[in-house]
């Protein structure tokens, strides 16, 4: 499998140790859904509360902090063209996670950084892939997904 992640830190912590879980928990979350085939682009964006509070504001209309936001490059809008016979990876897009709120969350959650770290990113990868958790048949395919993911990597509550 070939993934190509891409990291972006606008905080000022150091988020060098963050990458690697995050790779970790990517490639998980790809060879579990069949694509160790695939040649695979994504970025992954280190926020603080105030930075994905404005994203949040700006394309979503939801003037509030959240923990994750994807941009997922394959939702395909009504008359878009595709480009076809060019041998391309697939870039799938951007994630962003907001620090902070991770670890207000793991806090209130009673578990680690480290899990709810990987827990958003497992959340991210699979918005990207198309996933969703809009109604309750969905919702309850993508936490199982993500519940696999962690769990094959024995990261645990």
Known sequence: MAV???FYN???????????MIERVV?????????????IECSFIFVDN???REINANYRQK???TDVITFAIEDE?????????????????DVFISLPRTREQAERFGHSFDRELS?????GC???LGYDHLVKEEEEIMFAKQEDVLNALGIRR
């Open 50 to 52: 105030e930075q994905i």
């Open 27 to 39: 490639v998980e979350t790809l060879k579990q859904e069949n694509l160790a085939h695939e040649f």
């Open 63 to 65: 003037d509030a902090v």
């Open 126 to 128: 699979l918005h990207l």
């Open 77 to 93: 809008t009504p008359g878009e063209i595709k480009i076809q016979g060019v041998p391309m990876p697939r870039m799938l897009g």
């Open 4 to 6: 190509d992640i891409q």
């Open 10 to 20: 606008q905080t000022d912590e150091a988020v060098e140790r963050y990458e690697q």
């Open 119 to 123: 827990f958003l990113a497992v959340h």
